[in-house]
T-cell receptor, first 115, second 115 residues
Framework: AQSVTQLDSHVSVSEGTPVLLRCNYSSSYSPSLFWYVQHPNKGLQLLLKYTSAATLVKGINGFEAEFKKSETSFHLTKPSAHMSDAAEYFCVVSPLEGNTGKLIFGQGTTLQVKP | DTGVSQDPRHKITKRGQNVTFRCDPISEHNRLYWYRQTLGQGPEFLTYFQNEAQLEKSRLLSDRFSAERPKGSFSTLEIQRTEQGDSAMYLC?????????????FGPGTRLTVL
């Protein structure tokens, strides 16, 4: 079975400093991987997705993630945090079997951005 | 295109009562998903529709839960004889096409509180 593990439940950074949110996945084959963001009282929004075309994936709002098969990781980064980045972030895998497109979410990482 | 909408946004009910939630996906999206999110956790997959056909149900979906998508457009999720453990945010998402890479667009959710 496929799964994702987010290694930090809470990350705190200062505005203007880099952001690193860590995610490891478990899969017997190359998975479909995503990062979603959930702002308070707002719906989940797709940040970026890995489609096997390129290992470095660029998303919205300056975020990017690198797929590393040897480390089974898909960490999310941003060079400089903004106050508006404070939210809950989910690393997500979509199993290929059945071709349903259903999503399996990690536990989430709360990003706090301090002024 | 107004996005995925869900109704109601909040529902408070007493244990043992039945509740029904509605989801209106983005028009012409053939795939529709229901997820449940409890406090501090990532969303968990409940069920999936391809047009009007319900093609997968999670083991989380007990016999008290039923979902329909009668004409391949809106969907309803009914919970019978609600229990306090059913208290959660119920999320609906839709996507177009086939495959596992298509972005799922999420609604704002229905927050259920069972007293």
């Amino acid at each position: 079975a496929q799964s994702v593990t987010q290694l930090d439940s809470h990350v705190s950074v200062s505005e203007g400093t880099p952001v690193l949110l860590r995610c490891n996945y478990s899969s017997s084959y190359s998975p479909s991987l995503f990062w979603y963001v959930q702002h308070p009282n707002k719906g989940l929004q797709l940040l970026l997705k890995y489609t096997s075309a390129a290992t470095l994936v660029k998303g919205i709002n300056g975020f990017e993630a690198e797929f590393k098969k040897s480390e089974t990781s898909f960490h999310l980064t941003k060079p400089s945090a903004h106050m508006s980045d404070a939210a809950e972030y989910f690393c997500v895998v979509s199993p290929l079997e059945g071709n349903t497109g259903k999503l399996i979410f990690g536990q989430g990482t709360t990003l706090q951005v301090k002024p | 295109d107004t996005g995925v909408s869900q109704d109601p946004r909040h529902k408070i009910t007493k244990r043992g009562q039945n509740v029904t939630f509605r989801c209106d996906p983005i028009s012409e999206h053939n795939r529709l998903y229901w997820y449940r999110q409890t406090l501090g956790q990532g969303p968990e997959f409940l069920t999936y529709f391809q047009n009007e056909a319900q093609l997968e149900k999670s083991r989380l979906l007990s016999d008290r839960f039923s979902a329909e998508r009668p004409k391949g457009s809106f969907s309803t999720l009914e919970i019978q004889r609600t229990e306090q453990g059913d208290s959660a945010m119920y999320l609906c998402a839709s996507s177009s096409g086939t495959g596992t890479y298509n972005e799922q667009f999420f609604g704002p959710g229905t927050r259920l509180t069972v007293l």
